[in-house]
């Protein structure tokens, strides 16, 4: 079946501007987890869904990034005024729940900010 | 809290030997542990886990794992390494609603 599915597979921005990253989870998943992988700073939990309600939302750097999930399904992560220390590849998972059910990751988005 | 220790950022074997990636976990509560696997330019793609039962796990493409609790240690294994074992490999534990990953073990396999 379809696997988790991130778009756009890369993006270039300028500093300062505002990008929406988008994700598909496995259909029937009800939990959706948002991470982000940098050279620096290995792999970083960033922000948790299950169904449309993020119960932890602690890994968001600053009140730049933001998310949404909608319809218990696709799920946006936005940031604004981006800044050269977000650029990083963002990886979204899916999951039928929380804690010992595995995550099924999708591809990422390379995010790379000029 | 819950954090995860690889030791060594890489190693290098030969084809045909064995493979052996370390991590050690810290966790308050039981923990399940996960070991992942990033080729280039890729997600992450789960290789085995560790939840309740059997301490001893049996993942995909003939990699292993066992949990020893009195060590705190998820040690993985593969008999014999192959080209295609090249990759990123990462350890796992459930944070409980989340996953707190190692900093990750590159994996390269000589001829």
């Known amino acids: 079946g379809a696997g988790v599915s991130q778009s756009p597979s890369n993006k270039v921005t300028e500093k300062g501007k505002d990008v929406e990253l988008r994700c598909d989870p496995i259909?029937?998943?009800?939990?959706l987890y948002w991470y982000r992988q940098s050279l620096g700073q290995g792999l970083e939990f960033l922000i948790y869904?299950?169904?449309?309600?993020?119960?932890?939302k602690s890994g968001l750097p600053s009140d730049r990034f933001s998310a949404e999930r909608t319809g218990g399904s696709v799920s946006t992560l936005t940031i604004q005024r981006t800044q050269q220390e977000d650029s990083a590849v963002y990886l979204c998972?899916?999951?039928?729940?929380?804690?010992?059910?595995?995550?099924?990751f999708g591809p990422g988005t390379r995010l790379t900010v000029t | 809290a819950q954090s995860v220790t690889q030791l060594g950022s890489h190693v290098s074997v030969s084809e045909g030997a064995l493979v052996l990636l370390r991590c050690n976990y810290s966790?308050?509560?039981?923990?399940?542990l996960f070991w992942y696997v990033q080729y280039p330019n890729q997600g992450l793609q789960l290789l085995l886990k560790?939840?309740?039962?059997?301490?001893l796990v049996k993942g995909i493409n003939g990699f292993e794992a066992e949990f020893k609790k009195s060590e705190t240690s998820f040690h993985l294994t593969k008999p014999s390494a192959h080209m295609s074992d090249a990759a990123e490999y990462f350890c796992?534990?459930?944070?409980?609603?989340?996953?707190?990953f190692g900093a990750g073990t590159i994996l390269r396999v000589k001829s």
């Open positions: 869904f299950q169904g449309n309600s993020a119960p932890d």
């Open positions: 966790s308050s509560v039981p923990p399940y």
């Open positions: 796992a534990v459930t944070a409980p609603d989340k996953l707190v």
């Open positions: 259909s029937g998943h009800t939990a």
């Open positions: 998972a899916s999951s039928v729940g929380q804690g010992r059910h595995e995550q099924y």
């Open positions: 560790y939840t309740t039962g059997a301490t």
